[in-house]
């Protein structure tokens, strides 16, 4: 060992992200593959997306606006709030490690339902906080286990909705009774990763719904899923000003390069809008042919309001897995739990169909 990491750093298991189709490909002998396994979207950026990205690539040579201040104001008018309400982050995923090291300290409390986003229990190892993880109920949060986990300790709750694997949401009445239970001085975190793909109706935009009447809570959100940036890795925080105020004070100088600020720029304009929105309706639509396909087949699908679908098959998790990666398409197993598939192109949900019902 050179030097002397930290013992919690020495102990850290690595973050596992879904394996390349090249990868697979290549193990398996095969000319080519699929990946279905990290909920990108298989359709490439938005159009009008691509074309301000390039434009943008002639400033290469410069550093890009540190606050991101065009971006920041463009945001906030959407979201009709303060500018001084939304940050920019290296994704969402980003944002939510900014948090911890401006929130936690050895021994706070964390608390979020389990299973959820991997990253949730090594941000809280590395910040050495004392975790409590509450288990699922059917697949989704058990907000009343949550909430009874909540001590005068806890610093952070995190909720991300639609859950990660499972695809399962909280209403907005249901958080809003969690939120009457938790102390105002706890920061609770909720993570729309896959905002776009929600038509459950009734979960309402917490911008509106939520963030007006409860000081206490951050929302976060990314450009990497349904607007296909996840290369750019570029995501946004709203919520009170000191949240973010804290957030900016332990960010990276020139934390979000300029491709990625330009490209949200032109993600927020209506072209981007009415191409997002035929592409995030494919999904949609997808994820429900698929499901009905699957659940016809026999196997337990979770519903879901995400870009994915999740099977809790428990340890047939690891040899469908395997199964799926010989015949070129690759999924996500979470060994002894389930395995989640990401909705791509009906052809490659073809694929994928066809190639389960053999396995
Ligand atoms: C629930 C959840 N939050 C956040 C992220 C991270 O997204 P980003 O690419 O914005 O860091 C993911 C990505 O898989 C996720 O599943």
């Given amino acids: 060992m050179t030097g002397r990491p930290r013992a919690v750093v020495a102990n850290l298991p690595a973050y596992k992200p879904g394996k390349s189709a090249e990868q697979s490909a290549s193990e398996h002998n095969l000319d080519e593959a699929i990946k279905l396994a990290s909920n990108e979207t298989s359709y490439g950026p938005l159009p009008s997306v691509l074309a301000a990205v390039s434009d943008g690539a002639g400033l290469l040579n410069r550093y890009p606006d540190h606050r991101g201040s065009e971006v920041r104001s463009a945001l906030a008018a959407k979201l009709n709030v303060e500018n001084g309400q939304v940050t920019l982050g290296c994704g969402s995923v980003g ?5 911890f090291l401006a929130y936690i300290d050895p021994g706070d409390e964390v608390v979020y339902p389990w299973r959820s986003f991997e990253v949730h229990p090594l941000f809280s190892a590395i910040s050495q906080a004392v ?20 001590t005068l300790k806890t610093k952070l709750v995190i909720l991300s909705t639609p859950n990660n694997p499972t695809g399962t949401v909280c209403s907005t009445a249901d958080l809003k009774r969690f939120l009457e239970s938790v102390p105002r001085d706890v920061v609770v975190v909720i993570d729309e990763a896959y905002l776009e793909f929600v038509t459950a109706s009734d ?5 509106k719904a939520i963030l007006p009447f409860y000081s206490n ?4 959100r990314t450009f990497s899923k349904a607007y296909g940036l996840a290369n750019l890795r570029v ?24 491709l990625a600020q330009a490209a949200v720029l032109a993600s ?13 309706d494919e999904i949609v639509r997808e ?13 337990p699908v979770t519903p ?11 340890t047939e998790a690891g040899p469908l897995f395997q199964a799926l990666e010989a015949k070129g398409i690759v999924t996500r197993p979470f060994e002894g739990e389930g395995l989640r598939i990401t909705i791509g192109t009906p052809e490659e949900n073809n694929r994928m169909v066809n190639a389960i019902g053999t396995c």
């Fill in 203 to 207: 979960v309402e935009d917490p911008v």
């Fill in 235 to 258: 995501g946004y925080a709203v919520g009170n000003v000191e949240i973010i105020s804290a957030l900016d004070k332990v960010a990276l100088p020139f934390l979000v390069n300029g």
């Fill in 131 to 150: 975790t409590l993880a509450i288990p699922l109920k059917d697949q989704a949060f058990d907000l009343d286990a949550v909430s009874r986990a909540v």
């Fill in 217 to 220: 809570v951050v929302v976060f």
């Fill in 304 to 314: 879901s309001q995400a870009n994915f679908v999740w099977l809790p098959i428990r």
């Fill in 95 to 99: 944002l939510l490690q900014q948090l």
């Fill in 268 to 280: 927020l304009q209506p072209d981007a809008s009415a191409e997002l929105k035929l592409r995030v």
């Fill in 287 to 299: 994820r429900s042919r698929v499901t009905k396909l699957l659940t016809s087949a026999g196997w």
